[in-house]
T-cell receptor
Framework: NAGVMQNPRHLVRRRGQEARLRCSPM?????VYWYRQLPEEGLKFMVY????????ESGMPKERFSAEFPKEGPSILRIQQVVRGDSAAYFC???????????FGPGTRLLVL | TQLLEQSPQFLSIQEGENLTVYCNSS?????LQWYRQEPGEGPVLLVT?????EVKKLKRLTFQFGDARKDSSLHITAAQPGDTGLYLC?????????????FGTGTLLAVQP
């Protein structure tokens, strides 16, 4: 029973580059959530997606951030033109129905130099 | 402002001691989840409580959801070094949004052998 998988586990980018974070939900789960954990801060909701649809992006920064969950393949969180303040741990979670328990992946630690 | 406040923030105890972690809010949640997070890893689900007044036991861990579904507590009996980690409560259903979790401020527990 594979859990939520995220890759890469660690990502280093220079300012101005793009970061792509991937998340494969648990088998059978079609609801994906992204959260961000900034240094010395708690986990904050970013976006909620179902297959091919963004349901709630109320926690996403207005610029440079985007997310998708295509019909086939993993969910992608994309950060364009990264800045140092984007350095954080990004966690993906999935759930079966969207109204039940969320299961988290191991996270991607993004470091922007 | 934090919707979910956890106390204490830090706790260092000796093996064998008992402890209680509190998660408090002035808002109502439809459910509350407790997670434990270890350094470099994602949050691992411990329990979900749904009904006001509900008590759940998981070996030496006892979880309670307040009658009004605004607060919760986690009690650990006879703590062991393996219990060391960051304990997070997370509420679902705030403002009617079932899809995103609001995380607490976290309690960092260290159990000394």
């Amino acid at each position: 029973n594979a859990g939520v998988m995220q890759n890469p586990r660690h990502l280093v980018r220079r300012r101005g580059q793009e970061a792509r974070l991937r998340c494969s939900p648990m088998k059978g789960h079609s609801h994906v959530y992204w959260y961000r954990q900034l240094p010395e801060e708690g986990l904050k909701f970013m976006v909620y997606l179902q297959k091919e649809n963004i349901i709630d992006e109320s926690g996403m920064p207005k610029e440079r951030f985007s997310a998708e969950f295509p019909k086939e393949g993993p969910s992608i969180l994309r950060i364009q033109q990264v800045v140092r303040g984007d350095s954080a741990a990004y966690f993906c979670a999935s759930s079966l129905t969207g109204q039940e328990t969320q299961y988290f992946g191991p996270g991607t630690r993004l470091l922007v130099l | 402002t934090q919707l979910l406040e956890q106390s204490p923030q830090f706790l260092s105890i000796q093996e064998g001691e008992n402890l209680t972690v509190y998660c408090n809010s002035s808002s109502v949640f439809s459910s509350l989840q407790w997670y434990r997070q270890e350094p470099g890893e994602g949050p691992v689900l411990l329990v979900t409580v749904v009904t006001g007044g509900e008590v759940k036991k998981l070996k030496r861990l006892t979880f309670q959801f307040g009658d009004a579904r605004k607060d919760s507590s986690l009690h650990i009996t006879a703590a062991q070094p393996g219990d060391t980690g960051l304990y997070l409560c997370a509420g679902a259903g705030y403002g009617g949004a079932t899809n995103k979790l609001i995380f607490g401020t976290g309690t960092l527990l260290a159990v000394q052998p």
